[in-house]
């Protein structure tokens, strides 16, 4: 059974996602700064080797998915991104930006 040393990692992060990128920082480890910080679903309980489990997953980000794939990423739809605080609305539009034909298609009403 984890203890103190896990548990309180894994909440702070629960409560501030956003103190992922610092923490990686801090390792010397590249990361997004400034941008999304938001925990996702994610059930790793089953990985192996054992090592790779994890209780939490942060994804960071700031509209770079969009931009990977192509998509020209305006200003006022990065700062409604980077505005989000709402964890499962940042979810939902990550997982739609993986296979989305459009900008359209991720955030509507945004060109």
């Known amino acids: 059974m984890p203890g103190i040393t896990h548990e309180v ?5 629960r409560h501030n996602p956003r103190l992922a990128a610092a ?3 801090g390792m010397g ?3 997004p700064t400034g941008g999304v910080a938001v925990m996702a679903a ?12 994890a209780d939490a997953v942060v994804l960071l980000g700031s509209g770079r998915i969009l931009a990977a794939r192509g998509f020209d990423v305006p200003d ?5 991104i980077m505005s ?11 997982d739609k930006a993986v ?11 945004d060109r």
């Open 99 to 109: 296979t989305a034909a459009s900008l359209e298609d991720v955030l509507p009403g």
């Open 84 to 94: 989000c605080t709402d964890p499962a609305v940042l979810e939902r539009w990550v």
């Open 23 to 25: 923490l990686l920082d």
């Open 42 to 53: 994610a059930d790793l309980s089953s990985a192996l080797p054992a090592e790779l489990r």
């Open 9 to 13: 990692p894994v909440e702070l992060l």
């Open 29 to 31: 480890v590249p990361a």
């Open 76 to 80: 006022s739809v990065r700062e409604r």
